[in-house]
């Protein structure tokens, strides 16, 4: 196996992110609930997308890229924090982002403004149209000497997800440290690099440990993430067992996603008055939620501590009421 940091990468968060466990919360439920803060990344809002955008911004640069373009929603994270992270490389970020949702000049969409992204708006509902536009537009830029990369929805490639292999990494020398086991690690699922990088991580650092993505939308993630393991495995030549047990995805996308749902409030807001950290209501709201409601049935299976990753989304507070 290849080690993970022979992988190209560019140092652009402040890891490790706190990992600590949540007293209120595991007095509630009866069982250790710990959080890896990694909305405390230290670039701009935190978030997931900067341990992707290490490793994809560092192959771009290699590349000898200086323009990187990507997608998602007019309040995507992604497309945020790739125009933050860009920005520090000294790259130009364009944003292509679908117009559905909030799209007045809002949360993400001051941001992207602030780090000095190009963020246009596009009247489709199909991404496989941006991606066609991205790479008209990059063809375009690059007859005039730019070199473009193209980073997909959520950077949840093989390679972005490499970051949450990273991620389970650090928690276990931060688990071990602590005297913690770990049994459970629960997350929200977007696009699935995340969840995919986690499960990756979860085999090779934590073996016996489960991995439970939280969907916020509809999409096939229960293909979409074991396919992001093996290419994420084929990169870290890694041969793994698969191991189907240790592997669940659940939802709670409510009225669809990036809507708000009225069931989650109670525990954002408990987690915000009891512990002082902030979810959103597109992603980790919901993911925290559901997570709260299967403490609660005792329905997480395993024993040992049970791991809540926190992937940031504060954005979202200043850009929509919670539901
Ligand atoms: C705040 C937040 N949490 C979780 C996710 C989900 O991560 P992934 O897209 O890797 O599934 C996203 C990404 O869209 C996000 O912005």
Redesign the pocket.
């Known amino acids: 196996m290849k080690n993970i940091s022979n992988l190209p990468r560019l140092p652009l968060g402040q890891y490790p992110t706190p990992f600590y466990k949540l007293e209120s919360v595991s007095a509630r439920y009866g069982r250790d609930v710990y959080i890896k803060r990694d909305?405390l990344c230290g670039v701009a809002l935190g978030?997931?997308?900067v341990r992707?955008l290490e490793f994809l911004l560092a192959q771009a640069k290699i590349d000898g890229c200086d323009t990187v373009f990507t997608t998602?929603g007019p309040q995507?994270?992604?497309a945020a924090?790739t125009a933050a992270c860009a920005a520090r490389l000294g790259m130009k970020a364009v944003l292509l982002l679908k117009r559905r949702g909030v799209t007045e000049r809002r949360g993400n969409l001051i941001l992207d403004e602030l780090y000095g992204a190009e963020a246009d708006l596009v009247d489709t509902d199909s991404y496989d149209e941006i991606y066609a536009e991205m790479r008209r537009r990059a063809a375009e830029l690059e007859t005039q000497g730019r070199k473009c990369c193209l980073i997909p929805?959520?950077?949840?490639t093989p390679l972005?997800?490499v970051g949450?292999v990273n991620c389970v990494r650090e928690f276990t020398v931060q688990a071990l440290a602590a005297g913690v086991r770990v049994g459970h690690i629960v997350?929200?699922?977007?696009?699935?690099?995340?969840?995919?990088?986690l499960l990756l991580g979860a085999r090779l650092f934590q073996p016996g440990a489960k991995v439970t993505?939280v969907a916020?939308s509809g999409d096939p993630?229960d293909r979409m993430v074991p396919e992001l393991v093996k290419g994420a495995a084929a990169l870290l030549e890694c041969a793994l067992a698969e191991n189907p047990g240790d592997f669940e995805m659940v939802e709670n996308v409510g009225a669809g996603y990036a809507v708000p749902n009225a069931l989650d409030t109670p525990q954002i807001l408990a987690l915000a008055r009891d512990e002082g950290i902030l979810l959103?209501p597109?992603?980790?709201g919901k993911?925290y939620s559901k997570l709260c409601r299967m403490l609660e049935a005792d329905s997480l299976s395993g024993d040992g501590a049970v791991v809540f990753v926190?992937?940031?989304?504060?954005a979202?507070l200043f850009a929509m009421d919670l539901g």
């Open positions: 909305d978030g997931n997308k992707k998602g995507s994270n992604h924090l929805l959520g950077g949840s972005g997800a949450y997350s929200a699922t977007g696009s699935g690099g995340t969840t995919a990088g993505g916020v993630f959103d597109v992603y980790t993911a926190h992937t940031g989304g504060a979202a």
